[in-house]
T-cell receptor, first 114, second 115 residues
Framework: DSGVTQTPKHLITATGQRVTLRCSPRSGDLSVYWYQQSLDQGLQFLIQYYNGEERAKGNILERFSAQQFPDLHSELNLSSLELGDSALYFC?????????????FGNGTRLTVT | AQKITQTQPGMFVQEKEAVTLDCTYDTSDPSYGLFWYKQPSSGEMIFLIYQGSYDQQNATEGRYSLNFQKARKSANLVISASQLGDSAMYFCAMRDTNRDDKIIFGKGTRLHILP
């Protein structure tokens, strides 16, 4: 158990809808990262927060947004969903954004858009 | 720009044999960290081992070791005495000290351990 909690585990929704994925980092970790894993794209970095502030942005679509709250949990909001958004979404956390600080991943949220 | 390359999409290895998973990386930053993760069929991402660019010794964690060749920019994962439970996808990843400090991942190698 990595200590990172992601909910829900599975999500099935229709195109055009909006969903929210939730992540609670490991106790003591200030950095939260979101990744998208699809079969043809591998693990794609979406966005990172550190202690409530956005720190780095990857290939995140404008339809997607995220935030980290004062209690350090984070939410990823996906809107106007398309079939291609179906993927496994991971949240990860680390103590700090340091080069020797590994990411610890949650079990992921599997999103299926129909 | 950062880049991680894993050239072996799939590997088949007999149980109890040692296996080496290849990883090469590219970065202009002299300070960086290299990581390996395991993803079993159940989907979770498990952190295995870390190597810092300034570490003098190759990292080891139980049956896992990292063959770090800095001049060649390679960071191969070695699994000794492979077990059936080692069957999984393995990802090499890198983080450097650029302000944009995300960890980037290679495309992975799927390892199959044969009984």
């Amino acid at each position: 158990d990595s200590g990172v909690t992601q909910t829900p585990k599975h999500l099935i929704t229709a195109t055009g809808q909006r969903v929210t994925l939730r992540c609670s980092p490991r106790s003591g970790d200030l950095s939260v990262y979101w990744y998208q894993q699809s079969l043809d794209q591998g693990l794609q970095f979406l966005i990172q927060y550190y202690n409530g502030e956005e720190r780095a942005k990857g290939n995140i679509l404008e339809r997607f947004s995220a935030q980290q709250f004062p209690d350090l949990h984070s939410e990823l909001n996906l809107s106007s969903l398309e079939l291609g958004d179906s993927a496994l979404y991971f949240c990860a956390s680390s103590v700090d954004p340091d080069i020797n600080s590994p990411l610890h991943f949650g079990n992921g949220t599997r999103l299926t858009v129909t | 720009a950062q880049k991680i390359t894993q050239t072996q999409p799939g590997m088949f290895v007999q149980e109890k044999e040692a296996v080496t998973l290849d990883c090469t990386y590219d970065t202009s930053d002299p300070s960086y960290g290299l990581f390996w993760y395991k993803q079993p069929s159940s989907g979770e991402m498990i952190f295995l081992i870390y190597q810092g660019s300034y570490d003098q010794q190759n990292a080891t964690e139980g049956r896992y070791s990292l063959n770090f060749q800095k001049a060649r920019k390679s960071a191969n994962l070695v699994i000794s005495a492979s077990q059936l439970g080692d069957s999984a996808m393995y990802f090499c990843a890198m983080r450097d000290t650029n302000r944009d400090d995300k960890i980037i991942f290679g495309k992975g190698t799927r390892l199959h351990i044969l009984p």
